[in-house]
């Protein structure tokens, strides 16, 4: 069997790395990583702005924005995919490509998981944050733009990086619409052997679990040094140093 693994990653490494690019589209490995990338950085501003205003305290914004986030994470992802697959033609006129609807629907989905992750880390902060900002005349705004999203942003790069893993994993649904990512090349080889699918889907879960493991590892030590930053110098009461 890992003989037989081995003779496949051999014969078809570049079809897993970049799919039939340049005598088709780009795919496999790199189209997983670009669609993951282009969805948790064009998901972030819609994150901030949802997660912004479920705080606010006008109705008109919170409520539409709070049905927003229940409704999206309330919903399995392959439903909203189908949802943007035939609802977008439909607005448009015009057929959408798969790559793109695919990553429409990853800003949508991750935008609602990423403005909960936005909101707890503006929340975690100390009242008197605002408190401060406002009694040196900032404005509502600018206090928010320029003293509590660059801590609260800051603390979250844990959580974003972890929800960035989510989001490589979720790209896995696009082989549904036909989008040339990872999981499609893999079954592109799994249908040109027939005879071994056991091997080309574990070769398959091991190059998730590869990349997803690393990211997460990366993660991990940077929460660590984030509340080693915060935690500030160790300091020793005089006494104590003395004795020593």
Known sequence: MIANAIDIVRDNWLLLLIGQYPNGPLGGIAATLILSVLGIVLAFP????????????????????????????????LMIIFWVYFLFPLLLGASVPGFETMLCTLVLYEGAFLSEVVRAGIEALPAGQMDAARALGHSYPRAMWYVILPQALYNMLPSMLSQ???????????YVINV?????????????????PFEVFLILAIIYYVVCFSLTHAATILERRIAKRRAGPVVVAPALAAAQ
Do not use: C, H
Not at 164 to 174: C, E, M, Q, Y
Not at 185 to 196: C, D, F, P, S, V
């Open 46 to 77: 819609l994150s901030v702005l949802v997660a912004l205003a479920r705080l606010s305290r006008q109705w008109v914004l919170r409520v539409p924005a709070t049905v927003l986030v229940y409704v999206v994470r309330g919903v399995p992802m």
């Open 164 to 174: 960035w893993v989510s989001t490589i994993k979720d790209t896995t649904l696009g």
């Open 180 to 196: 040339p990512e990872l999981t499609f090349a893999a079954n592109q080889i799994n249908n040109r052997l027939l005879t071994k």
